[in-house]
């Protein structure tokens, strides 16, 4: 593990030790007075405090944000941009919605592409693009993308198939 990584974790845990070590120290609050029978504390007072919760260090180098990358085909063609990711009930991750064509937001129309399509092979920096294994006349054949209706989603090898989200 690289230094930074591991005094980052060593510093959590010693952070989540020293508050567990805080509340077992803390002086219990004093009795009320006897004339009154204090009422029955609620059931939810005596669950115990939820674990906090875990940490996952990820490299700078490791991963990268995809909203608003540029898309080019293989042949270096602009092919537009990542404007959402589409997942299935499981959270797999299942297709791109690019926003495709036009000319400053005008004339553009967004389609849907597999997941499989895209490839992110020298993404390290922001202003890299995500390769797209499709041409442009492929992706201007396929049907524009509309919330809430079926998705029609353009293959890898230039197939378009329908997804049935309700299965």
Same mark, same amino acid.
């Given at each position: 593990? =690289?230094?930074?990584?591991?005094?980052?974790?060593?510093?959590?845990?010693?952070?989540?030790?020293?508050?567990?070590?805080?509340?077992?120290?803390?002086?219990?609050?004093?009795?009320?007075?006897?004339?009154?029978?204090?009422?029955?504390?609620?059931?939810?007072?005596?669950?115990?405090?939820?674990?906090?919760?875990?940490?996952?260090?990820?490299?700078? =180098?490791?991963?990268? +944000?995809?909203? /608003?990358?540029?898309?080019?085909?293989?042949?270096?063609?602009?092919?537009?941009? $990542?404007?959402?990711?589409?997942?299935?009930?499981?959270?797999?991750? =299942?297709?791109?919605? $690019?926003?495709?064509?036009?000319?400053? +937001?005008? /004339?553009?129309?967004? $389609?849907?592409?597999?997941?499989?399509?895209? =490839?992110?092979?020298?993404?390290?920096?922001?202003?890299?693009?995500?390769?797209?294994?499709?041409?442009?006349?492929?992706?201007?054949?396929?049907?524009?993308?509309?919330?809430?209706?079926?998705?029609?989603?353009?293959?890898?090898?230039?197939?378009?198939?329908?997804?049935?989200?309700?299965?």
């Amino acid at each position: 593990m =690289r230094p930074r990584v591991m005094i980052l974790l060593v510093a959590v845990a010693l952070l989540t030790c020293a508050n567990v070590r805080a509340g077992d120290d803390a002086a219990p609050a004093p009795a009320p007075p006897a004339a009154a029978p204090a009422p029955p504390a609620p059931k939810d007072a005596a669950k115990e405090p939820s674990p906090p919760p875990s940490v996952t260090v990820i490299g700078a =180098r490791d991963a990268h +944000g995809i909203l /608003g990358r540029d898309v080019r085909s293989s042949a270096n063609e602009d092919m537009g941009r $990542i404007v959402d990711v589409i997942v299935d009930r499981d959270g797999k991750v =299942r297709a791109a919605v $690019i926003d495709f064509g036009g000319f400053l +937001g005008v /004339g553009s129309r967004k $389609i849907v592409v597999d997941w499989n399509a895209l =490839r992110f092979a020298g993404v390290s920096s922001k202003s890299d693009s995500i390769t797209l294994d499709l041409n442009k006349q492929q992706v201007s054949a396929a049907p524009e993308y509309k919330e809430d209706t079926p998705l029609i989603v353009l293959g890898a090898a230039g197939n378009l198939h329908p997804w049935d989200y309700e299965h």
